[in-house]
């Protein structure tokens, strides 16, 4: 039985942790996360999406794609880690599709072959980085306990990878847990999806904002707690079993709103055009967590809201862009 009060909040992190995709967006933020609790960590990262000067200093940067099977059997073969975040994956949802077979090469065999390099020397736990885009078309905050059913390739890529973490998991006695992001939003995103995009063109000054579908409903969570949950499941003790878990705020919020929100920020409004290549065919009207799960190991969850980030995101000098 899992026991959410055994978590030991901001402990220290004795053992050696690796983070594929760790000079990414979610990956940098998690990363200083766990060098702030004293923990052991390398990161591995390609650098396609990434940014070296997110790795915070004295980490080791293995330059690697997970593409490279041998060179990634050298070096986990090296580094032994205890523990495993694999945060590397192609998921902006138009590079996803205009490039299906990269997008099945990186989440599906990089996931396979990163398994495969950690079978010589099982760590203790592997923590996947999988999306709410496994779960099927529906309406209204969804558990743990539906049953997956992706309705495009990303989410099939994730849900071939979360079938590979639980063989492994079951094969090795590894501890696994698999982490659903929704969609996250902060400093130093890399894709340009629509927060950052309507940000960029906010301070540009650009008028009228171009967007997609307004109606889209989406639950948006900053970096900034989804790095402090990864974190903590994380710290979560080793003999205890979680295998699932939604990372999201558990509210939604449309497109229509984030602009409202904008409004209210800037104190002015905002003209809007809908463009069509911005706009997906088949593209889900609503997509929001249910977090009771997530609650029950961090609380209060979440710290941030979506005012805030934006706030944020308008106000710093880098617009929360990478450099």
Same mark, same amino acid.
């Given at each position: ?98 490039? &299906? #077979?990269?997008? %099945? @090469?990186?989440?599906?065999?990089? !996931?396979?072959?990163? =398994?495969? $390099? *950690? ?76 927060? &950052? #995009?309507?940000? %960029? @063109?906010?301070?540009?000054?650009? !008028?009228?904002?171009? =967007?997609? $579908? *307004? ?94 980030? *934006? ?13």
């Amino acid at each position: 039985m899992w026991v959410p009060g055994a978590l030991r909040r901001g402990a220290a992190l004795s053992r050696r942790i690796l983070v594929t995709g760790g000079a990414g967006f979610i990956g940098g933020h998690l990363v200083e996360r766990l060098v702030a609790s004293r923990a052991e960590v390398a990161v591995l990262d390609d650098l396609s999406r990434g940014d070296p000067t997110w790795v915070p200093q004295g980490v080791a940067l293995h330059r690697v794609d997970v593409g490279d099977a041998a060179a990634l059997r050298t070096v986990v073969a090296d580094l032994r880690p205890a523990a495993v975040v694999h945060l590397a994956a192609v998921h902006f949802i138009p590079e996803v599709d205009g490039a &299906p #077979e990269r997008a %099945r @090469q990186v989440n599906i065999d990089g !996931t396979r072959n990163l =398994l495969d $390099a *950690l079978a010589v020397s099982p760590p203790e736990l592997v923590l996947f980085a999988s999306s709410g885009a496994v779960y099927p078309d529906r309406r209204g905050p969804i558990p743990e306990s539906c049953p997956v059913g992706p309705s495009d390739l990303y989410g099939r890529t994730k849900v071939e990878g979360e079938r590979a973490v639980a063989r492994f998991a079951a094969d090795t006695g590894t501890r696994h847990v698999v982490a659903r992001l929704f969609n996250v939003i902060g400093s130093r995103e890399t894709n340009p999806h629509v927060v &950052p #995009e309507l940000v %960029r @063109q906010l301070r540009r000054g650009e !008028t009228p904002v171009r =967007l997609g $579908a *307004l109606d889209r409903v989406r639950d948006y969570t900053d970096v900034v707690d989804v790095a402090n949950a990864l974190a903590l499941l994380l710290e979560t003790p080793l003999g205890e079993r979680l295998s699932v878990v939604n990372v999201g705020s558990g509210t939604g919020t449309s497109v229509r709103d984030l602009v409202a929100t904008c409004e209210g920020i800037l104190g002015h409004a905002i003209a809007v055009e809908v463009d069509p290549r911005r706009q997906r065919a088949q593209d889900r009207a609503e997509l929001v967590a249910d977090v009771e799960v997530l609650r029950s190991v961090v609380s209060p969850w979440p710290s941030r809201t979506v005012e805030q980030t *934006l706030q944020q995101l308008l106000t710093d000098r880098s617009g929360g862009a990478r450099a």
